[in-house]
């Protein structure tokens, strides 16, 4: 297990918002983390990596714990977060934003690397490398917010809601594409979605929120044939 | 002749409000404070720079010692007392306002600490060249060769903070901090180190806005000079009809300010000394609340 997760336990002020949370994911497996609104994944997410200090639990990554350890130091033990809503900064361009995310690396020939694999895995990103990303479409902001974390040779790559507010034929793209980057990278994923139903579909497992603690665990493909997830979560 | 002069005077004392202006953006930036206190650091950086000047006699060594000397002062302001305050005042109602009700008792306590180091009396810094009118077919210019070294080293130090700002990774980490902390953060930004270096930047720019506007001026300056407080309105000012978060829009912003004060005095009349840049500020946020540049340009540089 790369990823492991005991008891995590979050407040937002006087609120419970992931309540002793459980969870364990193997090396290079992808894990769909879906639930209703308001079930405390991205709170889940945000305290993996360091945006939201846990109340109680421990997070063990590689064998280290990183209970509440600041996200700039979690980059550089390779946990890269895509937070929610196209995480792209409007104001920078397409390469700006991508040599933010290896910015920290300090080393210009591994920054150039990782921009050439990141055109290669997103050519319309290098067909508007020198635009300012606020004139992206949707789809291309979500590739552009993905590339970035790429940029920081994540391991264990944290994705909340990369389909949001897309068309279904893009976000059948993001998802493809994310399965890819899971077995080419040998990544471990984390995915938050709505869409559980296409987040179950490329997953290795799935974990089930509801009200902030785990309800189900199982290999995705179990959870999409099982009748009380698809009745609450899969809408048929 | 008297309009060349009138628009050069201008611009000189536009590049000087620039500077400050780009203090006020630089920390409007890096922590969504309004540092009322820039014209207490300006004043404390002239200080040093006339300790310099009066050990070594070289004002070009003072210059150097003013801005890190600034930048050292407001970086230890950020680290100590905004970020107490920020983490004790980060609920209830003030705390938007707390920052910067505390930049304004900043100010004050400032200008009483050096009343008594240096005493209430003016001091002076002698120009490093000579403040007399170049002189163009018998006629005297009010443009000096002062003047135009004004102009030269603001021009330098702009070109600087643009490669600074866009060519290097510490600028891209200073742009991804202003614009989206977060995400900065995510990748691996210090955003905490970065927010002070955003802070030093601008010590070190309102040292040099400091020592100009004394030289540029009478030479003399005191705890209560004047010219602090109309170098604290004016680069506000100018920082605001730029867009408050825009490198620059403070520029234009302080360039607009000066050329138009000068052609307000005048041409309108002299009288309108303290009240013209005020009239210049309603007026632009009547027309253009998001300032000059607006507010998609407005955040670029």
């Known amino acids: 297990m790369s990823l492991n997760v005991s008891n995590l336990t979050v407040h937002h002020g006087a609120i419970c918002a992931v309540n002793q949370v459980s969870l364990a994911v193997p090396t290079g497996k992808l894990a769909a983390i879906i639930g209703a609104n308001g079930a405390g994944k ?87 490398i020198s635009q300012r990303s606020d004139t ?101 | 002749m008297q309009l060349l ?14 500077l400050m202006a780009i203090a006020f953006v630089l920390v409007w930036r890096s922590t969504r404070v309004v540092n009322f206190a820039q014209a207490g650091m300006a004043l404390l950086s002239t200080y040093f720079g006339y300790e310099a000047v009066s050990r070594i006699g070289s004002f070009w060594v003072a210059l150097p010692v003013a801005m890190i000397g600034g930048a050292l002062f407001a970086a230890l302001v950020e680290l100590i007392l905004m970020r107490l305050l920020v983490k004790h005042a980060s609920s209830g109602p003030i705390a938007g306002v707390a920052p910067i009700i505390a930049t304004l008792g900043l100010l004050g306590v400032i200008r009483s600490v050096i009343s008594m180091i240096w005493g209430g009396q003016d001091l002076r810094i002698v120009a490093p060249i000579s403040n007399n009118g170049f002189t163009i077919n018998g006629s005297t210019l009010v443009f000096s060769p002062l003047k135009l070294l004004v102009l030269v080293v603001v021009a330098v130090l702009l070109i600087l903070l643009t490669i600074l700002f866009q060519k290097t990774n510490l600028g891209l980490a200073l742009r991804a901090s202003a614009h989206a902390p977060e995400i900065a953060r995510l990748s691996g930004v210090r955003v905490d180190s970065v927010r002070t270096l955003g802070w030093a930047l601008a010590g070190a720019a309102g040292a040099v806005a400091g020592l100009f506007q004394t030289v540029n001026g009478n030479g003399n300056f005191s705890p209560d000079s004047i010219e602090f407080s109309l170098l604290l309105v004016s680069g506000f000012i100018a920082a605001v009809i730029g867009g408050l978060d825009s490198l620059l829009g403070a520029v234009l912003g302080g360039l607009f300010l000066g050329i138009t004060i000068s052609f307000v005095l005048m041409y309108v009349s002299s009288g309108l000394f303290f009240i013209a840049p005020f009239i210049i500020l309603l007026i632009v946020l009547f027309i253009r609340p998001q300032g000059i540049i607006g507010v998609k340009a407005g955040r670029r540089a």
Request: a positive charge; charged letters at 20%.
């Open chain 1, 42 to 128: 991205t709170t889940l997410l945000r305290a993996l990596s360091g945006l939201n200090k846990p109340t109680s639990g421990v997070v063990n990554w590689m064998g280290q714990t990183i209970t509440g350890v600041k996200p700039e130091k979690l980059v550089r033990l390779g946990i890269s977060h895509v937070s929610e809503g196209k995480s792209v900064i409007p104001e920078l361009t397409v390469k700006e934003n991508l040599e933010l995310g290896a910015i920290w690396r300090k080393n210009g020939k591994e920054m150039k690397e990782s921009l050439d694999q990141v055109v290669t895995i997103f050519p319309r990103l290098g067909e508007r």
């Open chain 1, 136 to 236: 992206l479409s949707g789809g291309e902001r979500q590739m552009l917010a993905i590339g970035r974390a790429i940029m920081s040779k994540p391991k264990l790559l944290l994705l909340d809601e990369p389909s949001l507010g897309l068309a279904p034929l893009v976000v059948e793209q993001i998802f493809q594409t994310i399965r890819d980057l899971t077995t080419e990278m040998r990544l471990t994923v984390l995915l938050v979605e709505q869409n559980a139903m296409g987040a179950l579909k490329i997953a290795d497992l799935g974990i089930v929120l509801n009200l902030g603690k785990v309800v189900a665990v199982n290999h995705a493909q179990a959870l999409i044939e099982d009748p009380a997830v698809r009745a609450a979560y899969l809408g048929y």
């Open chain 2, 5 to 18: 002069n009138t628009l050069l005077i201008g611009i000189t004392a536009g590049s000087i409000y620039a």
